[in-house]
C-alpha cells in the first residue's frame, strides 16, 4: 500500500508539473492558436516562385517556441492586464501580417527596407493613387485573404468564447478526462518541441542576435550572405529588420551630407573633356574572348583592342566581391587601409560637380523599387538620397530596364543631346553607365530569341545537361554586354573622350569542369578563388581624337597596362583625366602617375593580401564550401 501511494503521489506531482508546464498556453489558448496559424501560414505562403526557394525548415517548431515564450511572460500578468496585452498585440500584428503578405502578392516581395524607405518619401496624393491602383477585391482572394480570415475567425471565436463562458457549462466526469488528457498532450508536445529542436531554434535566435548587432549597412549585408544567417520567418521580424536597416544607412548618409559642405577643388584643368566610366556586374575574366577565352564572348572589344586605341589592363582586382561594398569603394574617395570607413571621405562625383563637370549617372540597378533585395538597397542608398544625388549629379535616370539596351536608350533621351563638345565649352562631362551585365540568372540578362549565339551542347561533357545550360547562358550574357559596351563606345567615336570598362567583381560559372557557380562568401580566399572573383577584365579606350589630342595621357595609359591596380582607387585614376587638384588627390593611388605605389598591398575582403597568393594554394575545402548567392 506504501509502495501505491507513493506512486499516487508521484503520478500527481507529474500531473501538477503538467499543468505547470501548460499552463502559459491554456490562459492564452486562443491567442497561441490564432497566432502560430497565422505566422505559420504566412511562413509557407511567401516563398518566391523561383527555383531552389522553399520555406524556413524550423518555422513550426520556432514559432511554437517563440510563443510558448510569450505566454510564459503573458502568464505573469493579472488576466485583466493580459487581456489588455494581447489587445495589443493583435492591433499591431494582424495589420503588419496583412501588410507584408500584400506586398508579397503584388511587389514579390515581403516588407524590405527599401519598401520602408518608399514609405517614408510618399506623399498623402501618392498614398491616394497607390490604394487606388492596387486595393481591389482580387486581393481577397489571394493570400492576403488567408491572412484575413484568420483574423476574422479570431474574432468570431471571442465572441463566441464569450457567449460559452456566460452559460457555465457543467463540468462532468468526461470533460475533465478529456481535459487531464488534453493537458498530458499538450505538455508532452511543449517538452517535445524544446528538445528536438533546441539546437536549431537557439542557431536561429543567434544569428539573429548577431543580425541586429552591427554598427553598419555593410556588415549587415555580408552577415546575410553566411550560410548560417538568420531566417526572418515573420513579418514583425522583418519590419524590425527593415527599420534597422534604415537606421544604420541614414547615419552613414548623415555624415556624407555633412561632409558635402567641406569639398573643395583647388583647381581643375579639365584634362579630359569627356569622360566615360561603364560599370559592368558579374564579369568573369576568363570567360572574356578578350583575354584569351576560347569562345568569341568579346569579339567586339577584341576588335577594339586590335586597333590599338583600347588597352586591356592585365592586373586588376576588385577589393570586394559583393556589388554594394564595390560600388562604396569606388564612389567614395576613401581606399582601403585608410583610416576610419567610406562614409568619412567625399564621393568622386561631387568633386567633379564641385570642378564644373556635368555629371550623368544612369544605372540598370540601383534604384529603389518595392521588391528591392537587400544587397541593392545596401548599394545604392547613398546614390539615391535627394541631397546626396544633388551633389553627386547634374543627370539621372528613373527607370530599369529589363536588358541594358535601356542604358543606351537612356543616355540617347537624357545625355547626348547635352553633350558639351570640346569646341562649345571649357567644362567637361562625366559619364557614369552602370549595367545589369551579367547578373545572376543570366538567362534573363539577353533577349533568348535574338540573341543566343551559344548552345549547352558546345560544352564539356563533364558537366551535367543543366550546368551547361547555365554556362551557355552566362557566355550569351557575356556576348550581349560586348555587344552594349561596343555600342557605348560608338557614341563617342567622333568626340575627345576616353572610356574605362570595369565590372564590379567576378563571378564562378563552372569553368575548366569544376561544378562552382556564384560567390564564395566564406573567410578562406585562396588563389583560385581570387583569379574567378576578383580579378577583372579592365581596359581603357580613347577617341582618335583623344589620343590627337591627348598624346601623353595615351602613352600613360600603355605604360599602366600591366601595373597593379585595385578598383578601390579608380576615383584617383578619374581625378587625374579630370585634371583635378584637391586635399583628397593622391598620385601615389594613380596607374597613370609616375608616382604610383605598385608595392601596395591589395587587400580583398579586407583580409587577404592578394599579391601574396600563390598558385598552388589550392585546397579541398575551397569546392566545399561555395555557395550560390544572389
Given at each position: 500500500?506504501?509502495?501505491?501511494?507513493?506512486?499516487?503521489?508521484?503520478?500527481?506531482?507529474?500531473?501538477?508539473?503538467?499543468?505547470?508546464?501548460?499552463?502559459?498556453?491554456?490562459?492564452?489558448?486562443?491567442?497561441?492558436?490564432?497566432?502560430?496559424?497565422?505566422?505559420?501560414?504566412?511562413?509557407?505562403?511567401?516563398?518566391?516562385?523561383?527555383?531552389?526557394?522553399?520555406?524556413?525548415?524550423?518555422?513550426?517548431?520556432?514559432?511554437?517556441?517563440?510563443?510558448?515564450?510569450?505566454?510564459?511572460?503573458?502568464?505573469?500578468?493579472?488576466?485583466?492586464?493580459?487581456r489588455w496585452m494581447r489587445g495589443i498585440f493583435y492591433a499591431v500584428v494582424y495589420p503588419i501580417v496583412i501588410v507584408d503578405v500584400f506586398c508579397f502578392v503584388k511587389f514579390e516581395s515581403t516588407i524590405s527596407p527599401t519598401m520602408l524607405l518608399l514609405l517614408g518619401e510618399t506623399n498623402s496624393s501618392e498614398a491616394k493613387e497607390f490604394f487606388a491602383s492596387y486595393l481591389s477585391f482580387d486581393v481577397l482572394w489571394s493570400s492576403v485573404g488567408i491572412a484575413l480570415l484568420i483574423a476574422l475567425l479570431h474574432l468570431l471565436w471571442n465572441i463566441i468564447k464569450r457567449y460559452f463562458v456566460r452559460l457555465r457549462l457543467q463540468t462532468t466526469n468526461a470533460t475533465m478526462i478529456l481535459g487531464g488528457a488534453a493537458r498530458v498532450f499538450a505538455a508532452l508536445m511543449i517538452v517535445y518541441v524544446f528538445a528536438e529542436y533546441y539546437e536549431p531554434i537557439w542557431d536561429n535566435k543567434s544569428a539573429m542576435h548577431r543580425?541586429?548587432?552591427?554598427?553598419?549597412?555593410?556588415?549587415?549585408?555580408?552577415?546575410?550572405?553566411?550560410?548560417?544567417?538568420?531566417?526572418?520567418?515573420?513579418?514583425?521580424?522583418?519590419?524590425?529588420?527593415?527599420?534597422?536597416?534604415?537606421?544604420?544607412a541614414d547615419a552613414q548618409v548623415e555624415k556624407l551630407i555633412k561632409g558635402v559642405a567641406d569639398i573643395k577643388v583647388d583647381s581643375c584643368s579639365f584634362r579630359s573633356k569627356n569622360i566615360v566610366l561603364i560599370i559592368g556586374e558579374s564579369c568573369n575574366r576568363r570567360h572574356f574572348q578578350l583575354y584569351g577565352y576560347d569562345k568569341a564572348t568579346t569579339p567586339l572589344q577584341t576588335q577594339l583592342a586590335k586597333e590599338g586605341r583600347l588597352i586591356p589592363f592585365s592586373d586588376v582586382i576588385a577589393p570586394w566581391n559583393l556589388t554594394s561594398f564595390v560600388f562604396k569603394h569606388i564612389f567614395s574617395l576613401y581606399a582601403v587601409g585608410d583610416e576610419g570607413e567610406w562614409c568619412d571621405y567625399p564621393l568622386f562625383p561631387e568633386l567633379f560637380r564641385k570642378a564644373g563637370y556635368q555629371v550623368a549617372f544612369i544605372t540598370n540597378q540601383f534604384l529603389p523599387q518595392a521588391g528591392e533585395q537587400v544587397?541593392?538597397?545596401?548599394?545604392?542608398?547613398?546614390?539615391?538620397?535627394?541631397?546626396?544625388?544633388?551633389?553627386?549629379?547634374?543627370?539621372?535616370?528613373?527607370?530599369?530596364?529589363?536588358?541594358?539596351?535601356?542604358?543606351?536608350?537612356?543616355?540617347?533621351?537624357?545625355?547626348?543631346?547635352?553633350?558639351?563638345?570640346?569646341?562649345?565649352?571649357?567644362?567637361?562631362?562625366?559619364m557614369i553607365l552602370h549595367l545589369k551585365g551579367q547578373h545572376t540568372r543570366y538567362g534573363e540578362r539577353y533577349p533568348l530569341k535574338t540573341r543566343r549565339k551559344f548552345r549547352y551542347t558546345e560544352y564539356s561533357e563533364k558537366l551535367s545537361k543543366r550546368h551547361r545550360f547555365i554556362q551557355a547562358d552566362y557566355d550569351n550574357a557575356t556576348a550581349y554586354n560586348d555587344s552594349i559596351v561596343h555600342q557605348i563606345v560608338q557614341r563617342f567615336e567622333d568626340k575627345d573622350a576616353i572610356v574605362i570598362y570595369m565590372p564590379d567583381h567576378g563571378e564562378e560559372c563552372y569553368l575548366n569542369d569544376k561544378p562552382i557557380l556564384g560567390r564564395n562568401h566564406s573567410a578562406m580566399i585562396t588563389y583560385d578563388l581570387a583569379q574567378e572573383e576578383?580579378?577583372?577584365?579592365?581596359?581603357?579606350?580613347?577617341?582618335?581624337?583623344?589620343?590627337?589630342?591627348?598624346?601623353?595621357?595615351?602613352?600613360?595609359?600603355?605604360?599602366?597596362?600591366?601595373?597593379?591596380?585595385?578598383?578601390?582607387?579608380?576615383?584617383?585614376?578619374?581625378?587625374?583625366?579630370?585634371?583635378?587638384?584637391?586635399?583628397?588627390?593622391?598620385?601615389?593611388?594613380?596607374?597613370?602617375s609616375d608616382d604610383y605605389d605598385e608595392t601596395r598591398p591589395r587587400i580583398i575582403k579586407n583580409s587577404v593580401?592578394?599579391?601574396?597568393?600563390?598558385?598552388?594554394?589550392?585546397?579541398?575545402?575551397?569546392d566545399e564550401q561555395v555557395k550560390f548567392v544572389k
Open positions: 500500500m506504501k509502495i501505491s501511494a507513493w506512486i499516487y503521489r508521484l503520478l500527481g506531482w507529474v500531473y501538477k508539473l503538467l499543468g505547470w508546464i501548460v499552463e502559459p498556453i491554456r490562459r492564452n489558448d486562443a491567442f497561441f492558436v490564432f497566432m502560430f496559424a497565422l505566422f505559420f501560414t504566412c511562413s509557407q505562403l511567401e516563398i518566391p516562385d523561383i527555383k531552389g526557394y522553399k520555406p524556413y525548415e524550423y518555422a513550426a517548431p520556432e514559432i511554437f517556441a517563440d510563443l510558448y515564450i510569450i505566454g510564459v511572460i503573458l502568464s505573469l500578468f493579472p488576466q485583466k492586464v493580459r543580425l541586429f548587432s552591427y554598427k553598419n549597412i555593410g556588415d549587415v549585408e555580408h552577415e546575410l550572405t553566411k550560410k548560417d544567417k538568420a531566417q526572418l520567418y515573420a513579418a514583425p521580424q522583418r519590419l524590425a529588420f527593415s527599420i534597422y536597416s534604415n537606421k544604420l544587397y541593392d538597397f545596401s548599394g545604392g542608398f547613398f546614390l539615391n538620397n535627394p541631397e546626396l544625388t544633388k551633389a553627386q549629379f547634374d543627370i539621372r535616370n528613373t527607370s530599369l530596364h529589363r536588358f541594358d539596351d535601356g542604358v543606351l536608350e537612356d543616355y540617347d533621351r537624357l545625355v547626348a543631346d547635352r553633350l558639351q563638345d570640346s569646341t562649345a565649352s571649357n567644362n567637361g562631362t562625366l576578383f580579378h577583372i577584365p579592365f581596359w581603357i579606350w580613347c577617341s582618335g581624337k583623344y589620343v590627337e589630342n591627348h598624346p601623353d595621357v595615351f602613352q600613360q595609359v600603355k605604360r599602366a597596362k600591366d601595373k597593379p591596380f585595385m578598383t578601390d582607387n579608380i576615383s584617383q585614376l578619374l581625378l587625374y583625366l579630370a585634371g583635378i587638384e584637391s586635399r583628397w588627390t593622391r598620385p601615389s593611388a594613380n596607374p597613370l593580401d592578394y599579391n601574396i597568393l600563390k598558385p598552388e594554394e589550392k585546397t579541398k575545402e575551397y
